[in-house]
């Protein structure tokens, strides 16, 4: 049963970088059949999907619009783990951050569970 | 603003069937499938329907999804007390490149 643990900051200063990990068990990041995701949810933006990353035969790292250039996802096969990177945070960034498990029915089936994350001075 | 269009609310008293609609567009919902998603609150969204009409295991018969075109339904027959909660639809957009959800829709069992 695959389980996913996430872990993170609560509060982050404008301007500053927002850093999670989501830990794996019961599954590999470098799985050919699974997709490693960040999602956030906020009263304001609602569900928001910020990226993925993925290993088939190579490593992919895909990105939404609404945050490219400022997201960098990354993944860690010594510790069975993937990242969110999120720099120059805006009160905008306040939400609630999930890792998800994309799995074979193309569904995000696993869920870790949420941080809220704070944007404020 | 959500990509996906639901309405903010929906409601129906017990026994009673409510549906609750998604609107999308050709680039995610009239190309690709919705999945639907149920968030108690203070817990991560559990996957309700997914492939547009099929349903987990563990996920009752009342629950059951369609699609036409660029819109998708999920419908809850029998309503109960604790089917009172948020849903969102969600679908892969091929113009974006990524997943896209609902809004969310709040259901009230009056």
């Known amino acids: 049963q695959v389980q996913l643990q996430q872990s993170g900051p609560g509060l982050v200063k404008p301007s500053q970088t927002l850093l999670f990990t989501c830990v794996i068990s019961?599954?590999?990041?470098?799985?050919?059949?699974?997709?490693w995701n960040w999602i956030r949810q906020s009263p304001s933006r609602g569900l928001e999907w910020l990226g993925r990353?993925?290993?088939?035969?190579?490593?992919?790292?895909e990105y939404a619009v609404s945050v490219k250039g400022r997201i960098t996802i990354n993944s860690d096969t010594s510790k069975n783990q993937f990242s969110l990177q999120l720099n120059s945070v805006t009160p905008e960034d306040t939400a609630v951050y999930y890792c998800?498990?994309?799995?074979?029915?193309?569904?995000?089936?696993?869920w870790g569970q949420g941080t809220m994350v704070t944007v404020s001075s | 603003q959500s990509v996906l269009t639901q309405p903010p609310s929906a409601s129906g008293t017990p026994g009673q069937r409510v549906t609750i609609s998604c609107s999308g567009s050709s680039s995610n919902i009239g190309r690709n499938t919705v999945n639907w998603y149920q968030q108690l609150p203070g817990t991560a969204p559990k996957l309700l329907i997914y492939n547009n009409n099929q349903r987990p295991s563990g996920v009752p018969d009342r629950f059951s999804g369609s699609k036409s075109g660029t819109s998708a339904s999920l419908a809850i027959s029998g309503l109960q007390s604790e089917d009172e909660t948020d849903y969102y639809c969600a679908a892969w957009d091929d113009s974006l490149t990524g997943w896209v959800f609902g809004g969310g829709t709040k259901l009230t069992v009056l």
């Open positions: 990353t993925y290993y088939r035969s190579k490593w992919y790292y």
């Open positions: 019961g599954d590999s990041v470098s799985s050919k059949s699974a997709a």
């Open positions: 998800a498990s994309l799995g074979g029915r193309d569904v995000f089936d696993v």
